[in-house]
C-alpha cells in the first residue's frame, strides 16, 4: 500500500513539475523562445563544426547546394546560426525589441508564420540574385537578419512615423531608419569587404513591405488607432 500511494506521489510530483514547465513556455513570447532557440544552437553548432567542419553543410545556406537539390532544410535551419558572438548579439538584440513589439501587434500565430516566411524569401533571394549576379555559389550565408529586415519592413509600413533611436543614438521615423540601415549595411559591406547577406536583407525586407500594405489595406481603422496611440 505504501509503495503504491509512493508511486501515485510521484506521478503527481512529475505532473505538477511538467504543467509547471509548460506553463512558462506558455508564457513566454514567440519572439524571446526564438531568442531562446537562436542562442543555444549557435553554441550546439559552433560545437559540431569545431568538431567536424563539414557540418556546416547541414546548418549554413549554400546556393549552389540548394540549386542541386541539397540540404533544402537550409533554406530555414540557416536563421538559427551566426557567424559569430557579435552577429548573434547584434540580431538577438534587434529580434528583441522590434520582434516583441511587432508580436504584440499581430498576434502569436501570425507573427510565428510571417518570421519563418520572411527569412524564407531572403534565403531565395539570396540565392536567386547569387545565380543572376553570377556571384560566388559555393558562398554561405547564415543568419536571422532576413526576417529582422522582414519585422523591420512590416513594422515600417504600419506605424512609419513612430520615432526610433538607431544604434540607440540617432533619432529618426521608423520608415527612414529602415532605409538608412539597409543602405548603410549596404555601404559598410561593400567598402570593408565583409562579408554581409545584402541580398538575404532585401529579401526579407521586400516580404516585410508586401505583407504590411497588405495588413494596412485589410485593417484601415484598427492602423490608423495603431498610429495615433503610438504617436
Known amino acids: 500500500m505504501r509503495e ?4 501515485r506521489l510521484k506521478k503527481l510530483r512529475k505532473t505538477k513539475s511538467n504543467m509547471k514547465t509548460l506553463g512558462f513556455l506558455r508564457n513566454l ?19 559540431l563544426i569545431s568538431v567536424n567542419k563539414s ?7 549554400q546556393p549552389a547546394s540548394i540549386l542541386q537539390g541539397k540540404y533544402l532544410w537550409t533554406l530555414l535551419a540557416s536563421m538559427f546560426m551566426h557567424g559569430s558572438l557579435s552577429h ?12 516583441n513589439f511587432l508580436e504584440k501587434i499581430i498576434g502569436r500565430k501570425r507573427y510565428l508564420l ?10 531565395l533571394f539570396f540565392i536567386f540574385l547569387s545565380f543572376v549576379f553570377k556571384d560566388d555559389m559555393a558562398k554561405y550565408a547564415v543568419g536571422a537578419s532576413g526576417a529582422l ?19 540607440f543614438i540617432i533619432p529618426m521615423p521608423l520608415w527612414i531608419a529602415i532605409i538608412f540601415l539597409m ?17 538575404a536583407h532585401l529579401g526579407g525586407l521586400v516580404a516585410g513591405l508586401i505583407y504590411g ?18 504617436r
Open 149 to 167: 529586415f522582414g519585422i523591420g519592413g512590416l513594422l515600417a509600413v504600419l506605424i512609419p512615423k513612430l520615432p526610433v533611436l538607431v544604434f
Open 4 to 7: 503504491k500511494k509512493e508511486r
Open 114 to 123: 510571417f518570421y519563418f516566411i520572411s527569412g524564407l524569401v531572403a534565403s
Open 55 to 61: 557540418f556546416i553543410d547541414f546548418i549554413a545556406l
Open 88 to 99: 548573434l548579439l547584434v540580431n538577438m538584440v534587434s529580434l528583441f525589441f522590434m520582434g
Open 183 to 199: 543602405f548603410g549595411v549596404w555601404i559598410i559591406s561593400y567598402f570593408t569587404g565583409l562579408p554581409i547577406g545584402n541580398t
Open 29 to 47: 513570447s514567440i519572439t524571446n523562445l526564438i531568442l531562446i532557440i537562436n542562442i543555444a544552437l549557435f553554441f550546439l553548432f559552433y560545437i
Open 213 to 230: 500594405f497588405y495588413l494596412r489595406r485589410k485593417y484601415k481603422k484598427k492602423v490608423k488607432l495603431l498610429n495615433r496611440y503610438l
